[in-house]
């Protein structure tokens, strides 16, 4: 853990983030507080059943497909089926069910810490961290957690690393703490970068936030940033699905939607509660597994 803080250090130190960004950056890694491991105890209370509940249909899913065998009564297949040629609805073609294994994913999240954050959104924001962290450790996903802020300098939090040797990466997860403002794409930029470089071949990166970048000298500098993250990164086979949470939803969906190709624009998934974010990401993880 410790080769781990430094080398995320170094990494930072040495990163490209762009000519936008000209800003001292700090990786924070450190051990989890004792009042974390309540934290952690209290929220899965109330979010193992989704864990559970999701990770059971998932498998499901799996344990079905990787029986194969055939799918019988299409309109459209490859073959006729012959027991089904009495059918009056014309059903009478089959194809072969490919055996599929466990989805070939990354998963990266990062979560908007700015003091706006404060109260129910970063409660729920964490909450939803920790359910797709367990979610990968059970489906044997990869997780990566990071916050972000600025105060003083950029910091950013790497609450859950795909390098963890510890095991304490949901205690950290329920360590997440609000402060300052925010400079999105910088931190975006770098937590990209790392999902790139993952083997999957599916990567996806979810961005929890409650309104605009606001550490830039204007609002267009910090839009133009963002943007120019998901152009380079959508190359790399990187999707991005953004929650909107607060007030900003509908200039958050601009700022990561608007005139951008639907390769390269974010699914952006609106929040009107924060209470709604949890199972609003089940039902995000559950949509993907039948796309991927």
Do not use: W
């Not at 009042?35 to 209370?45: G, L, N, T």
């Not at 959104?121 to 802020?149: C, D, W």
């Amino acid at each position: 853990e410790e080769e781990l803080a430094k080398s995320l250090k170094e990494e930072a130190e040495s990163f490209d983030f762009g000519p936008i960004n000209n800003r001292e950056i700090e990786i924070i890694r450190k051990s989890p507080s004792e009042r974390a491991y309540d934290i952690f105890e209290k929220d899965m209370e109330q979010i193992s059943f989704l864990v559970k509940k999701t990770v059971s249909e998932i498998q499901d899913k799996i344990k079905d497909q990787q029986q194969g065998g055939k799918i019988n009564g299409l309109y459209l297949g490859r073959q006729l089926d012959s027991h089904s040629l009495y059918r009056y609805d014309l059903r009478v073609l089959c194809k072969n069910d490919l055996t599929e294994d466990i989805p070939d994913m990354a998963i990266g999240i990062l979560i908007d810490a700015s003091f706006s954050m404060n109260g129910k959104n970063i409660e729920y924001a964490r909450k939803t961290a920790l359910l797709l962290y367990e979610f990968g450790q059970k489906l044997n996903v990869p997780v990566m957690v990071y916050s972000h802020n600025v105060y003083g300098n950029v910091k950013m939090t790497a609450l859950a690393d795909y390098n963890s040797v510890d095991g304490n990466d949901k205690y950290r997860i329920c360590d997440i703490s609000v402060n300052g403002c925010n400079r999105d794409g910088m931190a975006l930029r770098f937590c990209s970068e790392k999902l790139s470089k993952r083997p999957e071949q599916n990567k996806i990166m979810f961005v929890l936030s409650d309104g605009l970048p606001s550490d830039y000298d204007s609002e267009a500098l910090g839009k133009q940033d963002i943007r120019e993250v998901l152009l380079d990164y959508s190359k790399k086979n990187v999707r991005y699905i953004t929650f909107g949470l607060g007030n900003e939803q509908s200039r958050i969906e601009d700022l990561y939607t608007q005139g951008m190709s639907p390769k390269v624009a974010a699914q952006f998934i609106k929040i009107d509660a924060p209470e709604m974010l949890p199972k609003e990401i089940v039902r995000c993880i559950k949509s993907l597994i039948k796309t991927i």
